[in-house]
């Protein structure tokens, strides 16, 4: 049984690093998919912030692109997101996912999110 | 970048009765690449169904979904206790891959 746990700060200075990893158990990274993060605001919608495929290739939202980075660790079987330059704006809870994405062909496709995180609440604070 | 419109933005039911959700795409989802999710207050998404009309595992048969081309529906027979959320629709299958979900639809008891 796959399962997924963020890890981090539950406060961030505005301007500074938001850091979150996300430890898989039950699934290799490695053996395919994509993982991925996806935010909610308190009380707002889902937004998807960007995933990686086990090989590495990134992909992003473009509205958060400039400010994204997501880096996977095969020997941790875990994968990251840091956020920079943060504002209140940012504060919501931060799901980490499995994406059941696939390359093929040369072309990357995205997929229906079957497995997701429990969510951890970061605020953006001074 | 395509657009999803969830209507109406509250349901409000009551138990037993029939529940229909929809999701507009401002353009044509390929291959119905289009699936729904249901969130409960404080926990993660569940993913419910797929290629717009795929229950995902463990899923109960009172949910269906529908729909091709720029209109699904998610339909829920006859609504029970634990049925009362937030739903949310999503599309992918988009390359490069990016995920675009709706602005959900909250199913309240009447």
């Known amino acids: 049984q796959v399962q997924l746990q963020e890890s981090g700060p539950g406060l961030v200075k505005p301007s500074e690093t938001l850091s979150l990893t996300c430890a898989v158990s039950?699934?290799?990274?490695?053996?395919?998919?994509?993982w991925g993060w996806i935010r909610q605001p308190p009380g707002k919608g889902l937004e998807w912030i960007g995933s990686i495929y086990h090989s590495g290739s990134t992909y992003y939202n473009p509205s958060l692109k400039s400010r994204v980075t997501i880096s996977v660790d095969t020997s941790k079987n875990q994968f990251s997101l840091k956020l920079s330059s943060v504002t209140a704006a940012d504060t919501a809870v931060y799901y980490c996912?499995?994406?059941?994405?696939?390359?093929?062909?040369?072309?990357?496709?995205?997929?229906?999110?079957?497995?997701w995180g429990q969510g951890t609440m970061v605020t953006v604070s001074s | 970048e395509i657009v999803l419109t969830q209507s109406p933005g509250t349901l409000s039911l009551s138990p037993g009765e029939r529940a229909t959700l929809s999701c507009r795409a401002s353009q044509s989802v390929s291959s119905s690449y289009l699936a729904w999710y249901q969130q409960k207050p404080g926990q993660a998404p569940r993913l419910l169904i797929y290629?717009?009309?795929s229950r995902a595992t463990g899923i109960p048969d009172r949910f269906s979904g529908s729909g091709s081309g720029t209109d699904f529906t998610l339909t829920i027979s006859r609504l029970e206790p634990e049925d009362f959320a937030v739903y949310y629709c999503?599309?992918?299958?988009?390359?490069?891959?990016?995920?675009?979900f709706g602005g959900g639809t909250k199913v309240e008891i009447k």
């Open positions: 039950g699934y290799s990274i490695s053996s395919g998919y994509y």
């Open positions: 290629g717009a009309s």
């Open positions: 999503q599309q992918y299958g988009s390359s490069p891959p990016r995920l675009t």
């Open positions: 996912a499995k994406d059941l994405g696939y390359c093929s062909g040369g072309s990357c496709y995205s997929g229906a999110v079957d497995i």
